[in-house]
T-cell receptor, first 113, second 116 residues
Framework: AQSVTQLGSHVSVSEGALVLLRCNYSSSVPPYLFWYVQYPNQGLQLLLKYTSAATLVKGINGFEAEFKKSETSFHLTKPSAHMSDAAEYFCAVSDRAGRDMRFGAGTRLTVKP | SAVISQKPSRDICQRGTSLTIQCQVDSQVTMMFWYRQQPGQSLTLIATANQGSEATYESGFVIDKFPISRPNLTFSTLTVSNMSPEDSSIYLC?????????????FGPGTRLTVL
């Protein structure tokens, strides 16, 4: 069975600082990996996804993530945090058959002025 | 892409009653899913809604408690039956536009349910 683990349920950064949200996956087959963002009282919005093309994936709002097979990781980064980045971030994994998507526990990002 | 709407957006219900949540997608989609997000927690898949046949439920979820319908390629309903306070949660509809595993999975805004 596939799963993802997000390290850190809460991350706090200052505006302008680097954002790093950690995600490790477990999968017996090459996975598809996703990062979603959820703003308060809203649904989930896709930030980016890895589908075995380039290992460095660029998404919306300046976010990017790098797939590292040797580390089974797919960490999300953004060079400079903005106040509007404050939200809940979810890492997710899907198998190649596309039956369903499994989510991590989520990381709440707080951005301090 | 797909835009998903859900009705109602929120509701407060009494114990023992049932609530049906509607999910409408603005385009035909291959796969539709229902998730539950309990307060402060991640998403848990309830079931995959299959068009014209019974939904496929995940472990811990049963049809009697969460009956699901999917009459066509753009619409699905989830009923939360005989509700208890433990059912208080956000219920999210999700859809994938094609069968490809790498395809984006879109989410509705959710239905926030409170059971008293």
């Amino acid at each position: 069975a596939q799963s993802v683990t997000q390290l850190g349920s809460h991350v706090s950064v200052s505006e302008g600082a680097l954002v790093l949200l950690r995600c490790n996956y477990s999968s017996s087959v090459p996975p598809y990996l996703f990062w979603y963002v959820q703003y308060p009282n809203q649904g989930l919005q896709l930030l980016l996804k890895y589908t075995s093309a380039a290992t460095l994936v660029k998404g919306i709002n300046g976010f990017e993530a790098e797939f590292k097979k040797s580390e089974t990781s797919f960490h999300l980064t953004k060079p400079s945090a903005h106040m509007s980045d404050a939200a809940e971030y979810f890492c997710a994994v899907s198998d190649r058959a596309g039956r369903d998507m499994r989510f991590g526990a989520g990381t709440r990002l707080t951005v301090k002025p | 892409s797909a835009v998903i709407s859900q009705k109602p957006s929120r509701d407060i219900c009494q114990r023992g009653t049932s609530l049906t949540i509607q999910c409408q997608v603005d385009s035909q989609v291959t796969m539709m899913f229902w998730y539950r997000q309990q307060p402060g927690q991640s998403l848990t898949l309830i079931a995959t809604a299959n068009q014209g046949s019974e939904a496929t439920y995940e472990s811990g979820f049963v049809i009697d408690k969460f009956p699901i319908s999917r009459p066509n390629l753009t619409f699905s309903t989830l009923t939360v039956s005989n509700m208890s306070p433990e059912d208080s949660s956000i219920y999210l509809c999700s859809a994938r536009t094609s069968g490809g595993a790498g395809d984006t999975q879109y989410f509705g805004p959710g239905t926030r349910l409170t059971v008293l």
